[in-house]
Nanobody, 121 residues
């Protein structure tokens, strides 16, 4: 069974930094892409950043220039380095992976449970 586990969240002051990690475990045949999303209570989950199998990255406009997504393919791990954090970045951050567990199985999206990030003085 595929499982995604996030870590690294916490409480930081405005202007501070955090690095989130997400480890994908299980019988994974291939990962097409991995990404990060965030959600504030009462609002829809929004996309933050994605890294594709070829290494290219994409970012949502509010985090461009401040966040960096990276990955370690050997460890099936994706990271999100967050700098210059703002109060509006406060949310639960979720890890996502587009993968196939076995050869010839269809690709499917998997989600982690989320990690809380709070930016406040």
């Amino acid at each position: 069974q595929v499982q995604l586990v996030e870590s690294g969240g916490g409480l930081v002051q405005p202007g501070g930094s955090l690095r989130l990690s997400c480890v994908v475990s299980g019988n994974i045949f291939s990962i097409n892409a991995m990404g990060w999303y965030r959600q504030v209570p009462g609002k829809q989950r929004e996309w933050v950043a994605t890294i594709i199998s070829g290494g290219s990255t994409n970012y949502a406009e509010p985090v461009k220039g401040r966040f960096t997504i990276s990955r370690d393919n050997a460890k099936n791990t994706v990271y999100l380095q967050m700098n210059s954090l703002k109060p509006e970045d406060t949310a639960v951050y979720y890890c996502n992976a587009d993968l196939r567990p076995y050869r010839d199985y269809p690709y499917k999206y998997y989600w982690g449970q989320g990690t809380q990030v709070t930016v406040s003085s």
